[in-house]
Structure formats: structure tokens, C-alpha cells
């Protein structure tokens, strides 16, 4: 019996180094790799359970593609809001140009409005720029001083901002109309 059981233990022991040996040869690196226990690669048993796997898959790339979209058109209302928010900064400059020199020309030209904008500029001083100012401003070259000098701010019609500003102008707009009543009231208009 004990004989029996050495043979048992020489046969496994043999069967264990031609493992080895069989594994050294594969790996190909001479160190001795000693076979663990694989796992059985998980199966799938179904056509269900292919279905829940790629929907699953086609949720999870439509949520990734949803965050990129969100964060893209994030990025794009912000570029857009600096952008609109100069733009309405520089026109609310020209706006404010255009009245001042307006007034300017009123007052030198005794109530008379300009009938056009190079009437405006013989008398605007040198620091107004006119020209970008006439891309940003609506002057109606036509009006009527003493109609004007009716209006007010918010119905003025002579100058009104042909590009989206902010409305900062008024208060420019304000001395003008009154300087406009002034002339109006002088000349008995």
C-alpha cells in the first residue's frame, strides 16, 4: 500500500514538472509559470441579454453625447454674449457721439438740425469719430427742429441707434431735446 502511494505521488509529481516544462516552453521567458485556476468566460445565454447589453451601450453614447452638446453650446452662448455685449458697448459710444456732436451743431447753427453727416462733421470737435458712428446711429436728416423739441427721450425720432445698445445715451439725448426747446422757444416755432 505504501508502495502504492510513492507510485501515486511520482506519477503526480511528474505530471506536474511536464506542466511546467510544457508552460516554460510556451511562455518562452524560462521562468516557470505555474497554471492557476481560469475562470470560465462569462457566457451569453440569451438574445435578451445581447439586447440589454447594447442598449445599455447606445444609453450610456447618448449620454456622452449630450454632455459634449451641453458643454459646446455652453461655450457658444458665452463667446456670443462677450461678443453682443462689446458690440452694444461700442454702438452705445457712437450713439452718445452722435448726440453730442448733434447738440454741438445745434447750438453753433442756431437751432438748425444737420441735413446730413457731413454737416455734422464740419462741427463735431476732433475727438468724435463720425464715420464709425454713422455704421451704428439712424439720423433722419429731415426732421424737424421744432417737432423735436417736442419729444422725449424714449420718443425721439431725429437720432435713434440702428444697432442693439445700451440706452446710457439718454441722458445726453435729455440735453439735446431741451437745448432743441430752448432754440424752438427763441425762434417762436
Given at each position: 500500500?505504501?508502495?502504492?502511494?510513492?507510485?501515486?505521488?511520482?506519477r503526480d509529481q511528474r505530471r506536474l514538472t511536464i506542466e511546467k516544462i510544457l508552460d516554460r516552453d510556451s511562455v518562452g521567458g524560462g521562468r516557470v509559470v505555474e497554471r492557476a485556476?481560469?475562470?470560465?468566460?462569462?457566457?451569453?445565454?440569451?438574445?435578451?441579454?445581447?439586447?440589454?447589453?447594447?442598449?445599455?451601450?447606445?444609453?450610456?453614447?447618448?449620454?456622452?453625447?449630450?454632455?459634449?452638446?451641453?458643454?459646446?453650446?455652453?461655450?457658444?452662448?458665452?463667446?456670443?454674449?462677450?461678443?453682443?455685449?462689446?458690440?452694444?458697448?461700442?454702438?452705445?459710444?457712437?450713439?452718445?457721439?452722435?448726440?453730442?456732436?448733434?447738440?454741438?451743431?445745434?447750438?453753433?447753427?442756431?437751432?438748425?438740425?444737420?441735413?446730413?453727416?457731413?454737416?455734422?462733421?464740419?462741427?463735431?470737435?476732433?475727438?468724435?469719430?463720425?464715420?464709425?458712428?454713422?455704421?451704428?446711429?439712424?439720423?433722419?436728416?429731415?426732421?424737424?427742429?421744432?417737432?423735436?423739441?417736442?419729444?422725449?427721450?424714449?420718443?425721439?425720432?431725429?437720432?435713434?441707434?440702428?444697432?442693439?445698445?445700451?440706452?446710457?445715451?439718454?441722458?445726453?439725448?435729455?440735453?439735446?431735446?431741451?437745448?432743441?426747446?430752448?432754440?424752438?422757444?427763441?425762434?417762436?416755432?
Open positions: 500500500m505504501r508502495h502504492n502511494h510513492a507510485m501515486n505521488r511520482n485556476a481560469r475562470k470560465p468566460k462569462a457566457s451569453i445565454n440569451s438574445t435578451s441579454e445581447i439586447r440589454d447589453m447594447v442598449n445599455r451601450r447606445r444609453v450610456l453614447w447618448t449620454i456622452a453625447a449630450l454632455g459634449i452638446l451641453a458643454i459646446v453650446s455652453g461655450i457658444g452662448f458665452v463667446i456670443y454674449a462677450v461678443w453682443i455685449t462689446s458690440h452694444a458697448e461700442m454702438h452705445l459710444h457712437a450713439m452718445r457721439q452722435a448726440v453730442i456732436a448733434t447738440q454741438i451743431y445745434v447750438v453753433e447753427n442756431d437751432g438748425r438740425w444737420p441735413r446730413s453727416w457731413a454737416d455734422l462733421k464740419k462741427h463735431a470737435p476732433d475727438e468724435i469719430d463720425l464715420d464709425s458712428a454713422a455704421e451704428s446711429v439712424a439720423f433722419d436728416v429731415n426732421a424737424d427742429p421744432a417737432q423735436l423739441a417736442t419729444q422725449t427721450r424714449k420718443t425721439f425720432t431725429g437720432i435713434r441707434p440702428a444697432q442693439p445698445c445700451y440706452n446710457a445715451y439718454e441722458y445726453a439725448l435729455t440735453d439735446l431735446i431741451e437745448t432743441l426747446a430752448k432754440y424752438s422757444r427763441r425762434n417762436g416755432k
